[in-house]
């Protein structure tokens, strides 16, 4: 009879819509997420090395946004459970109103049902939040991470720079700012908002002060202390302005009317990439690697000047012997004890589990961004170029030289695009309607720039050529690189000179 009866109730729990609709949910179908491999070679096509740490990101991206399924998951699956049980509870007085009693067999079938939808042990298994530390030196790629990866998951990103962040009462933007940063990028979605991405850059300049000098912090541990419940994970109720009517005036310029709207974003399903250059951490590390108490004074004024130089180029980072011929930069064995006497406190740590150090670029890499990576600089000017009718060739060595510029001014990837505006401004002023149809940069033309040290010029010798003087264009550019002149012959299906004697 029992099962006569729970079969009556399968029928029932069979036939209902939200039946269909939990069977499909505890199906747990995992969502469409790109999986680690994907997205590193997604981060691959747009950012130049840096490979331990793209798998470290791609690996707590992916468990991150599989653990805001699972959480979704179970919540959905158990109100489906809920409106199960109720219809079916529903269903089964009907049929005791005709039948005019209630028997045995109904009320075990019941409980056995019951039993069925709620009994299942791994609902109480709740996955823990992981946020993401990036630790490097500036141009190592850790902002362009971030913004590559929320334009391939589609999901909203808010930087926020945490030099300007002070406690409550002080002059300086508050902690909630990122949240109203991120609120106003999901275009004032609460639920597109609960699924970014928060950058926290320049963390590092948070770190509380090593001694009490007698003034107030506002913008250090108090900082801090702020931020550990929105890291943690908690409804933030955060006041934004909000366009309501948008318009024009009388000189036709764009007006908007804002009304001020309060929204509570629950933080726990954003992820957190808290970021920072940590310039001298290395040095920490360094000296507790090997034990050391400090240097005497004699050594320090000795190696003061290659002290100094260090410091004058942060991307410069102690390298760490291990001992068995192996030789690994500082950053890669950072602890949360090195964090600690950095000056960030314990509990921010703690809510930050994933760890990852960027490593300095060195010249191939540099040399490598500009010409390899999708939205490449080399690319870009190309591009800017043909807008006026020029074609714009930069020889292989012209660029090794740039890349060894950029290493020597020691700002990472963001040195590069210092360097080519200065290598181009007079052939970007000569060159638009002025007849001139092949610009050749050269080896000769960047040691052009060098007018002394550390200093770099805007006059430069670059080669104009006119559409006539298309086949010396080539020559010139074969003298120096002969792989670009073969790209050139092939681009105007020309039989080089050098192919015509056979010296190819």
């Not at 630790?135 to 902002?143: A, C, E, F, N, V």
């Not at 004058?312 to 004890?337: C, H, M, W, Y």
């Not at 043909?386 to 510029?405: N, P, S």
């Not at 052939?427 to 309607?433: F, L, W």
Request: proline share 3%; charged share 30%; hydrophobic share 35%.
């Amino acid at each position: 009879m029992i099962r006569s009866s729970l079969g009556s109730f399968k029928r029932f729990y069979s036939a209902s819509p939200s039946a269909i609709a939990s069977q499909k949910l505890a199906q747990g179908r995992l969502p469409s997420i790109p999986t680690p491999r994907n997205i590193k070679a997604h981060l691959d096509d747009y950012i130049v090395g840096q490979d331990k740490s793209k798998k470290v990101l791609s690996v707590a991206v992916y468990n991150h946004y599989l653990r805001n399924h699972d959480k979704s998951r179970k919540s959905e699956l158990q109100k489906a459970r809920t409106l199960i049980w109720e219809e079916t509870q529903r269903r089964e007085k009907e049929r005791q109103d005709k039948l005019g009693y209630e028997s045995s067999e109904s009320k075990a079938g019941l409980k056995n049902l019951q039993q069925q939808l709620l009994a299942h042990p791994d609902d109480d298994l709740v996955l823990s939040k992981s946020n993401l530390m990036m630790i490097g030196p500036s141009g190592s790629g850790k902002t362009l991470m971030a913004t590559t990866l929320a334009k391939m998951l589609d999901v909203p990103i808010a930087i926020t720079d945490c030099t300007q962040l002070t406690q409550a009462g002080y002059i300086g933007d508050s902690v909630e700012v990122c949240i109203e940063r991120l609120l106003v990028n999901a275009d004032f979605d609460v639920s597109k908002a609960e699924r970014g991405i928060i950058v926290l850059d320049e963390v590092d300049k948070l770190a509380k002060p090593a001694a009490n000098i007698g003034t107030k912090d506002v913008s250090g541990e108090g900082v801090q202390q702020a931020l550990l419940k929105i890291i943690e994970g908690h409804n933030v109720e955060v006041t934004v302005k909000r366009p309501v009517k948008q318009g024009t005036d009388n000189k036709n310029n764009q007006t908007a009317a804002k009304k001020d709207e309060t929204f509570v974003i629950d933080t726990s399903n954003i992820l957190f990439m808290i970021m920072g250059a940590f310039v001298g951490l290395d040095k920490r590390i360094v000296k507790r690697v090997k034990g050391d108490r400090g240097l005497d004074e004699s050594k320090e004024e000795k190696d003061s000047k290659e002290e100094i130089e260090k410091l004058r180029f942060s991307n410069t980072i102690e390298q760490i012997d291990l001992g068995n011929g192996k030789k690994e930069t500082a950053l890669n064995l950072v602890t949360p004890t090195d964090l600690i006497s950095f000056g960030l406190i314990p509990e921010l740590i703690g809510r930050v589990p994933i760890i990852t150090a960027l490593q300095p670029l060195e010249r191939d890499d540099l040399y490598h961004i500009l010409k390899e990576p999708k939205n490449a600089l080399l690319e870009q000017y190309r591009y800017i170029f043909k807008q006026f009718g020029v074609q714009l060739c930069i020889t292989e060595k012209a660029l090794q030289r740039v890349a060894q510029f950029a290493l020597r001014e020691g700002t990472g990837a963001r040195g590069l695009r210092g360097i080519m505006e200065r290598l181009l401004l007079n052939v970007n002023y000569e060159c638009p309607d002025s007849g001139i149809s092949y610009a050749l940069v050269t080896e000769e033309t960047v040691n052009s720039l060098q007018e002394k040290d550390y200093s770099l010029s805007t006059n430069v010798d670059v080669k104009y050529y006119s559409r006539g003087e298309r086949d010396q264009f080539i020559e010139d550019t074969y003298k120096e690189d002969p792989k670009l002149g073969k790209e050139l012959d092939s681009q105007f299906g020309r039989i080089s000179t050098r192919e015509k004697e056979g010296k190819l």
